[in-house]
Antibody, heavy 119, light 107 residues
């Protein structure tokens, strides 16, 4: 059974940093692109970033470029999102996500990690 | 960037009725790379439809997707109590964008 479990969320002040982790199990982690998708409270979904199987390609939504870094450790079956210079508008539930392989819709979602940026 | 518009914003229907949800793209969606998700309060989204019309594993056949180019539709043939939720479309042909969602609530 595919499982994606996020951790690392919490309350952080504007301008601060936070690192999210996603522990993957139930599939060969190193074989799949992985993504982060977020959802602000009461709002819709927004793709944030994704990363190729070997980490050689990374893509970001414009609003987080230069502030967020996606990375992975295939030996630990883990995905990460380093978030710096956080803003109030980054407040959201962050989902770890995986597609089917060979396409880009989301087949599996984690339960989400809440990040709140507030003073 | 492809912008997706969903209509209506809210759809108020009774169990047993037919629901028709629209997703319109600002540009043609490559190869009908369009997916639909269902989300209930406090839960992660669930994939319903991919490739505009292919049902995901385990999705009841009362859910169907259609469309191409810039106009796509999700149809729920007969609403069950568990279908009242928010529905999002997503295009994945050119980067990745989601629509703002349609809430289907009980009339």
């Amino acid at each position: 059974e595919v499982q994606l479990v996020e951790s690392g969320g919490g309350l952080v002040q504007p301008g601060g940093s936070l690192r999210l982790s996603c522990a993957a199990s139930g599939f060969t982690f190193s074989s799949y692109w992985m993504s982060w998708v977020r959802q602000a409270p009461g709002k819709g979904l927004e793709w944030v970033a994704n990363i190729k199987q070997d980490g050689s390609e990374k893509y970001y939504v414009d609003s987080v470029k230069g502030r967020f870094t996606i990375s992975r450790d295939n030996a630990k079956n883990s995905l990460y999102l380093q978030m710096n210079s956080l803003r109030a508008e980054d407040t959201a539930v962050y989902y770890c996500a995986r597609g089917p392989g060979g396409s880009w819709y989301v087949l599996y979602w984690g339960q989400g990690a809440l990040v709140t940026v507030s003073s | 960037e492809i912008v997706l518009t969903q209509s209506p914003g809210t759809l108020s229907l009774s169990p047993g009725e037919r629901a028709t949800l629209s997703c319109r793209a600002s540009q043609s969606v490559t190869s009908s790379y369009l997916a639909w998700y269902q989300q209930k309060p406090g839960q992660a989204p669930r994939l319903l439809i991919y490739g505009a019309s292919s049902r995901a594993t385990g999705i009841p056949d009362r859910f169907s997707g259609s469309g191409s180019g810039t106009d796509f539709t999700l149809t729920i043939s007969r609403l069950e109590p568990e279908d009242f939720a928010v529905y999002y479309c997503q295009q994945y042909g050119s980067s990745f964008t989601f629509g703002p969602g349609t809430k289907v609530d009980i009339k």
